[in-house]
């Protein structure tokens, strides 16, 4: 079976590509997750919790950015310029997973204070689980689409035929 750029990354270097590129991103996006649930619901804005989230959302958004700006460099720009996508499937899996700089980054510069400044602590409270909500999007689309067969989306796909296997 064809593999996506995504998965292919993943598959490389093992264990390592895994663990940069996929388990430290979606460790910090469950932690953030799970510590918005309890701020959420307790609406404790100064406790234990909201340090553990605030924390983790600002290493996540710059550990985040430094791969966004290595994936940019050595893969996307080049796989644009060379003409090496394989599909449709493979710049959706790739784009969404490079997507989630927007809410990753956009958490770390709103617990920073360089964002919204002038909202009150319930408003940014608001956009940070709504941020929290677009990173679970978007990386759930692009390892939906990542997971997927390439060729599934290419004019030249042929196809699995269950009957003859």
Not at 3 to 28: E, K, R, S
Not at 85 to 92: E, F, H, S
Request: hydrophobic share 55%; aromatic share 12%.
């Amino acid at each position: 079976m064809n593999m996506t750029h995504y998965m292919g990354l993943l598959a490389d270097n093992q264990p390592w590509n895994l663990i940069i590129f996929m388990a430290i991103p979606v460790i910090c996006a469950e932690t953030i997750a799970i510590t918005e649930l309890g701020i959420l619901f307790t609406r404790n804005l100064n406790g234990g919790l909201r340090k553990v989230n605030k924390i983790v959302s600002i290493i996540a958004g710059f550990y985040f950015t430094g791969i966004f700006v290595y994936l940019m460099k050595t893969a996307y720009i080049p796989l644009t310029a060379n003409g090496e996508w394989k599909g449709w499937i493979d710049v959706v899996a790739v784009t969404f997973y490079l997507l989630g700089i927007v809410p990753l980054l956009g958490m770390a510069l709103l617990d920073l204070g360089l964002i919204y400044k002038s909202k009150t602590a319930e408003e940014k409270l608001k956009i940070h689980a709504f941020f929290v909500g677009m990173f679970l999007v978007v990386a759930h689309v692009a390892m939906i689409f990542g997971m997927v067969d390439p060729s599934l989306g290419s004019v030249s796909h042929t196809g699995h035929d269950m009957m003859n296997m």
